[in-house]
């Protein structure tokens, strides 16, 4: 076992795009478990779009990181040692120990993992908070019907793909925008869309346009910007839109040119009477259960699939993510820890 | 009985705000029923913003009206002579007759009104669509719960004012936005509103802002505009918005300057988890029951009001209806087409 911990740290706040100098990394001793806590060794990190937001001060759903202070984020390791019943050294628990080596925990703050259901790195994808955005958001918001088309950007990610492959099980067709030809066809013949879009070609709004020959009934946001500049004329009437993320804004630093569109996108809502309704994913915590037991039942059926794009050793972390908001990933972002 | 059925017609389509030469009065031949139809003499029009939106070619949810067409409307009138069972000459009906002085109907397109329930004009106000959009929009979207503070603006108008005083009936702080000072004691000392906030003043957002202590949980929208700026930054997480109407937009030709500040919006939806969601009465037809129930029971129990701004003769319709669009009217806007 290592005597150090490492620790990548928040230097500064972007003002953009982060870059390398926005994220340090030191060495710390490895934290003691106090009473009733556990020591737990990261083996997974995962890499999340809303991680941007921490950085910055603005005011949103969740405190910024402190500059300083480790960055958060969603970790499967392994106890180490334990002061807390229940917990035993060797057991795979899912917590939210932050860009670090170590971190001590709660039993409250940890779920345990079986890795005879699914990879323990699942919990953070598929079986975890991007699985639950898209299942919650899709199925408590987007409401979507048979027949219906549903509509779903950065969607080779964690949260797009199981958008469009779970309304593929509804009877819905699956419409998904992805950057690039590679991502595309994975949207068809890896994971069952009906159609995908690239949005970087120069006729990307004439290319969904046609994609959606009947509408847009269900837009899952996540991206906002040209993307949704695109979709937006397309809604039919009542058509529903969870927004859980708008990726392309998060490095944005000043506002678009004008005009102000916002009576636009307000007589739309009127006239075509949309719902349009933010959530986070903890909104609907009380729906963890039913999560958990459809998606892993879809899992283990052959229904659902998923991707990873896995960057090697904390050091890399700060590369991973920030190419990750520039759509580079392909698949749930994970940095690997150490081996399991 | 008249022999002529006098009649006003689009005449044009505004580019902006409607002015008279839009509108033309001619006269017609008053029509005769045919089989199954009843020829009814209008006692009352409605005025209401929505017609702004049928008098241009634009998308909406209702077909525009034809240019050389007569204006739609909601009327309340007598039947003159009928070729349908159940309809007698004398009854007093609800219907869509347009700003004319008879019109012909089948019975599915009539409701039979009964004075002594109330008066008949409150079926074109409090008792009619514009009572069932404050109530449907407010209970069904706003979802206000008790100690929530609702906002409404047009607050003096049959929305505004029922959806105030129904927030009241449901325990929650009632802020009113309205034009003037008259206006604004209205609704505090005729309405039971807990604060108005005239929208004319130079420091409107700090005002509103005194208004909601802590912070705005339901906003009933029909006006958009800067009342909208000024509301927005009030919002509190999980807010519901739901958007009946946009008049202040109505007459606008184009939009205003930048910044497109559309991604403003959108953030605060996701990170304040806003619900936004468009409607038009109609969409809540089933609940017509319970809205009448509910709300002629509260007239009679004197808790709620309603007041009447009412112009004399169909000749003085179109200059009514110019003023209702710049906020001029004072209650429900009635045109008075003959004697009851």
């Known amino acids: 076992m290592p005597h150090t911990n490492r620790q990548i740290l928040l230097a500064g706040r972007p003002d953009g795009a982060p870059t390398a100098a926005h994220f340090s990394l030191v060495e710390a001793a490895v934290p003691q478990p106090g009473p009733g806590q556990v020591l737990v060794r990261h083996l997974w990190l995962s890499l999340d779009p809303y991680m941007r937001g921490r950085m910055s001060a603005?005011?949103?759903?969740?405190?910024?990181?402190?500059?300083?202070?480790?960055?958060?984020?969603?970790?499967?390791?392994?106890?180490?040692?334990?002061n807390a019943e229940g917990f035993a050294p060797g057991d795979l628990v899912l917590g939210y120990g932050g860009w670090q080596d170590y971190s001590v925990a709660r039993p409250a703050e940890l779920r345990r993992l079986d890795p005879s259901v699914a990879?323990?790195?699942?919990?953070?994808?598929?079986?975890?908070?991007?699985?639950?955005t898209a299942y919650t958001g899709l199925l408590e918001i987007g409401k979507p019907k048979a027949g219906e088309t549903v509509v779903v950007a950065a969607a080779t990610g964690p949260v797009g793909s199981l958008v469009g492959q779970i309304a593929k099980l509804k009877g819905c067709r699956a419409v998904g925008i992805a950057g690039g030809a590679d991502k595309c066809r994975a949207l068809v013949d890896e994971f069952g869309f009906d159609a995908a879009v690239d949005h970087r070609a120069d006729d990307f709004p004439a290319r969904l346009t046609a994609a959606c020959p009947n509408g847009i009934d269900v837009y899952f946001e996540n991206v906002g910007g040209r993307v949704w500049d695109a979709v937006a004329p397309l809604f039919n009437d009542f058509a529903r839109i969870?927004?859980?993320?708008?990726?392309?804004?998060?490095?944005?630093?000043?506002?678009?040119?004008?005009?102000?569109?916002?009576?636009?996108?307000m007589r739309a809502v009127l006239t075509r009477?949309?719902?349009?309704?933010?959530?986070?994913?903890?909104?609907?915590?009380?729906?963890?259960?039913?999560?958990?037991?459809?998606?892993?039942?879809?899992?283990?059926?052959?229904?659902?699939?998923?991707?990873?794009?896995?960057?090697?050793?904390?050091?890399?972390?700060?590369?991973?993510?920030i190419g990750m908001l520039e759509g580079r990933n392909f698949g749930k972002a994970l940095v690997r820890m150490a081996p399991e």
């Open 242 to 265: 969870p927004v859980c993320g708008l990726v392309s804004l998060y490095n944005a630093t000043t506002l678009p040119e004008g005009p102000d569109r916002t009576p636009q996108l």
């Open 119 to 132: 990879p323990p790195a699942t919990a953070l994808g598929i079986l975890g908070m991007p699985g639950m």
């Open 273 to 321: 009477r949309l719902t349009i309704r933010g959530f986070i994913v903890w909104d609907f915590a009380a729906l963890e259960s039913d999560f958990l037991r459809d998606v892993a039942g879809w899992m283990r059926d052959g229904a659902v699939h998923y991707r990873e794009d896995i960057a090697e050793g904390l050091e890399n972390a700060p590369d991973r993510f």
């Open 58 to 82: 603005a005011r949103s759903y969740a405190k910024p990181v402190e500059i300083g202070g480790v960055m958060v984020g969603g970790t499967v390791g392994r106890v180490e040692s334990s």
